[in-house]
DNA sequence: TAGATTGTTAATCGATTAACAATC
DNA sequence: TAGATTGTTAATCGATTAACAATC
């Protein structure tokens, strides 16, 4: 039996990818696009990984989880590579998105560009203020969080960023879980409860700048 | 010789403690704050494991890495053991940080307290729209890009946060290094280049919602 | 073909967990 | 004291790196 046949597989053989694998995924993604921008139609595992500061090693072993997609010498090209990896990752569709909270960093986050880019676009926004509700920021629409679940449904949402002050977290959370949700960017400084279900990423500015400190007092040259 | 004494230290013995035991780090001090904002003023590793989704032997190990700061049979003071991770992470005194950018995203990061509750308080933002210079926003004074160098030693900043569109990012980089910056908190979807002396942290918010989108796509139970 | 680079196996390294004596 | 919980050691687990045959 020749089972040699269709080697060049995409398919996600599963059984865990490491966390940390994934997390290195859009950041190849991200180098990859760069690296079209700037005219490249090839790459390799030695430049991916000197751009992003990891070895050869861990860039061929991370693309090597998800399947074959490289190129004996000649390394991996850039368009092709793209793809694979936006399929992997989800990203080759477009995905819905519900904004929660529609304060100073709700607001930005509406106005970024950087989501559509990458496939996401905020197909309706949340708020409880009533001078809100109604209006349209960016052209999208403003509800009212009690009409989460229907608009959620009407508008086929399945993934939601929570920009709420941190008091108002953990209630909003619920609301989604019960409205179908399914996964959840958190950026109130809080650890939302969750069902297992529900997928979560959780962004904590001041945790960011925390790190950032520890780094600079911690440098080898630095009391 | 009794070296006993003095066995409560805080001396953060440093030889590299692992990049992501410091990121707890910053989450234990979170979960403390909340524990203590219920009224709570002892806590102990399964609690704070069970908060955080960790072993309680992990949370032990944590935090041994920088000193002795349980009772056992009684568990950590929460007052006690915030003062001992504020410290350690370098957030027991006020940073003033620099804002480079005022588009939507570093508009929304000046306004927002969170940095503000952690010990960071922008000390001045940088643009170079000359709309924009000499204006005040939440009652920060922005400056132009090129005089950079002068209000961060006049200023004593040492971390900068980089809100700036992608294109932009590693120009304005190279003028924080310049400037003498030692940290930088970076927006930006791209990976900077900076010396190994400036410590660096990456946010990139469209890579956030492509690991949710991942998540939500290889749940055990989603095609 | 010779040179380059992959995918993968084995070796190394590091991080997490379990277990328990020490201690309050 | 008995019960609870720490700090730490040893065992386990997982992730990274090195090396190289396979391949374009």
Redesign the interface.
Known sequence: MDESKDKRSQS?N?STVPRAV??R???Y???LQ?LVHDGNTTTNSTQLGT???FTDAQVRKDLAYFGQFGYPGIGYRCEELIAAVKK????DRS?P?AMIGLG??G???L??R??H????QIAAAFDVDAEKIGSHVEGIEVFHLDDLAEVVAAKGI??A?VAVPALAAQTVADSLVEAGI????NFA???LVLPD?V???G?????????????????P??P
């Not at 992997?88 to 990203?91: F, Q, V, W």
């Not at 880019?117 to 996401?120: A, H, L, P, S």
């Not at 399914?182 to 960017?185: F, I, K, P, T, Y």
């Open positions: 996600s599963d994934v997390s995924l859009s950041l993604l991200r180098e760069q751009l992003l500061g992997i990752l989800g990203t995905w998105v100073n960093l607001r930005a986050l106005r970024y950087g989501f880019q990458q496939g996401f399945r993934l960023i399914e996964g959840v960017l400084p809080v650890t279900r997928s979560r990423v962004v904590d500015l001041a945790i960011e700048l925390e790190q950032l400190a520890f780094a600079v007092v911690n440098q040259e630095n």
